[in-house]
């Protein structure tokens, strides 16, 4: 989408040809003065049919924006998945708070404890909440493939080792997609004060507004329940807490 700032060219089906003089995002609106009238018209960009000189339109989000982002990440690896790179895997878990959930890229062999990191291929839901990017030189609202781009140009070497065939994981993340997605992700860590391992998915709401996720019960990835015959590890649980805030890093991975 084109930048809409001050000084911009739009094109109104009933005033014709005109120049923004000013711009709120916050809000959705833009002043803009017509041929040679003296002034100013208020337009909402949701609702008033602005376009660009070019004819394209101009269109303010009204939907709530994304609190996390796992959604974003499970359509951007499904995308990969589809051209090859099967072997890349999306690890989320939540905070010991309850409040952000965490995510974590890694690829070759399929091993959920003992995961490769490398910089630039996690992160956390809180911080997304103050800059909406993974941070690999994307840009907020990019689409999967462009997502998929920037991170290929941000580290080729790693994702070379995703380059491969995990039919079993890829047909399980295929079918996970199809069920939560653009609303939904899924989780990795359930409370142990519970009991074990639940016998389906944990599902999370990736946005504000969402009612509970009501669709049908999800299967764990390939070769997952095998895990816990042995005893798990505990960065998988998530302790309930009464606090409203969260003071736990993202240091312990």
Not at 139 to 156: K, T, Y
Request: net charge positive.
């Amino acid at each position: 989408m084109k930048p809409v700032a001050p000084g911009t060219v739009i094109y109104h089906r009933y005033r014709g040809y005109g120049v923004i003089t000013s711009v709120n995002l916050m809000t959705g609106w833009i002043s803009a003065r017509f041929g040679n009238e003296g002034r100013t018209l208020d337009l909402n960009l949701s609702s008033d049919q602005v376009q660009h000189a070019d004819g394209e339109p101009i269109l303010f989000r009204r939907a709530r924006p994304d609190r996390m982002p796992h959604a974003r990440l499970m359509a951007m690896v499904r995308e990969l998945h589809r051209a090859g790179y099967q072997r890349l895997y999306l690890y989320s878990w939540p905070k010991p708070s309850g409040l952000h959930w965490r995510w974590h890229l890694f690829t070759g062999p399929r091993n959920w404890m003992q995961r490769a990191w490398r910089e630039g291929w996690y992160g956390s839901g809180a911080e997304y909440n103050l800059n909406p990017i993974m941070g690999w030189g994307d840009q907020p609202g990019a689409s999967p493939q462009e997502l998929a781009s920037a991170l290929a140009r941000f580290d080729p070497h790693g994702l070379a080792h995703a380059l491969g065939r995990d039919e079993d994981h890829s047909a399980w993340f295929e079918t996970v997609c199809d069920a939560l997605l653009p609303d939904y992700a899924y989780s990795l860590g359930w409370d142990h004060r519970d009991g074990p391992i639940p016998a389906s998915l944990p599902i999370i709401a990736v946005r504000h507004g969402v009612p509970a996720y009501k669709g049908p019960a999800l299967p764990w990835p390939p070769g997952w329940a095998g895990l816990w015959a042995q005893g798990g590890r505990r960065d998988v649980v998530v302790v309930r807490t009464t606090r409203s805030f969260d003071l736990s890093t993202d240091a312990d991975h």
